[in-house]
């Protein structure tokens, strides 16, 4: 009796997972979209960045550092880029920047380079002094004034975003929400804005109420 009672277990868990197998074994996961990392950059000449892909698949996987890509450059002359991601550049403008994936042609991300050739000299995070509620989000930008007196306002992908107390206060540095701080305890941080580049910094403090 008992191992009639296990041969009908054995058996109710083969047509268990011979059901699984039916509806969800052997689906393909698909690549669906491609994204680079940072977006739309603001590079002073004479220097190069990094760009990341990050890969999403049908089944909601993401694979961060995606290298089946290839790369192509709007302007060479303006800027270019290797077959590893890294920009580099060459004289002042714009220039598109674009990653298309080796296996799906059809799937590409792009995005805009700015080269500057007058050196930056602040970065001012904006808003300052910022109070919010326990709970809640806000966006951050950063202004940069360059040597010549000009003022680049709403910069967010070009700058490497940190928070002094994680406790109080997390910062997003993900394509998308770049700059957008999320209150986590009641307490004050600073929300810093780096320039990876040149390593010139702004910061403000942030406030969070419970």
Do not use: Y
């Amino acid at each position: 009796m008992k191992r009639r009672t296990i041969v009908l277990v054995l058996i109710m868990s083969l047509l268990s997972l011979a059901a699984v197998c039916f509806n969800g074994c052997g689906k393909k996961n698909n690549i669906t979209s491609i994204t680079i990392t940072p977006a739309d950059l603001i590079i002073l000449k004479g220097t190069a960045r990094q760009l990341f892909v990050t890969a999403h698949f049908s089944d909601g996987m993401r694979v961060l550092f995606w290298t089946q890509v290839t790369w192509q450059s709007s302007d060479p002359t303006v800027a270019t880029v290797s077959s590893n991601g890294l920009v580099s550049t060459v004289k002042e403008g714009p220039a598109v920047i674009t990653a298309i994936d080796k296996a799906n042609p059809s799937i590409t991300f792009s995005v805009t380079v700015n080269v500057i050739e007058t050196p930056l000299v602040s970065i001012d995070v904006v808003p300052p002094n910022q109070i919010i509620s326990l709970g809640t989000t806000t966006q951050f930008t950063a202004t940069w004034t360059l040597a010549d007196g000009t003022e680049l306002k709403n910069v967010v992908s070009s700058v490497n975003w940190s928070s002094s107390h994680t406790g109080v206060a997390t910062i997003s540095n993900s394509a998308g929400s770049e700059g957008l701080a999320t209150a986590v305890a009641a307490g004050t941080t600073h929300i810093v804005a780096t320039d990876p580049v040149t390593n010139i910094s702004g910061f403000t403090a942030l406030t969070v109420t419970p």
